[in-house]
Nanobody, 116 residues
């Protein structure tokens, strides 16, 4: 099993920045891909970014437009989502997700609210 814990969400003004973290524990060797998704009230969950456990360039959703950067630490147990130039439409619960050899796993989510 894998457990994921997100942190770093909060309230930020338009144009501001936040960095989300997702710490994984358990059978991390079983992970193939780390990803971030988000879900706003009344909307479907939306892909934000992903990165392979073994490295390579991250992939991003079309709406990102260079504002977000996903990265991971050398230990391979934490991924980050650096978000800049945040706008009200970025308001959502952000979820960490892993695809693995076993059931996919989701974190509990961290709320990001962009408002003046």
């Amino acid at each position: 099993q894998v457990q994921l814990v997100e942190s770093g969400g909060g309230l930020v003004q338009p144009g501001g920045s936040l960095t989300l973290s997702c710490v994984g524990s358990g059978h991390l060797f079983s992970i193939h891909t780390w990803a971030w998704y988000r879900q706003a009230p009344g909307q479907d969950r939306e892909f934000v970014a992903s990165i392979l456990r073994n490295g390579g360039s991250p992939g991003y959703g079309n709406f990102v437009k260079g504002r977000f950067t996903m990265s991971k630490n050398d230990a391979g147990n934490t991924v980050y989502l650096r978000m800049t130039n945040l706008q009200p439409e970025d308001t959502a619960t952000y979820y960490c997700h892993v695809r693995r050899s076993g059931p996919d796993t989701w974190g509990q989510g961290t709320q990001v609210t962009v408002s003046s």
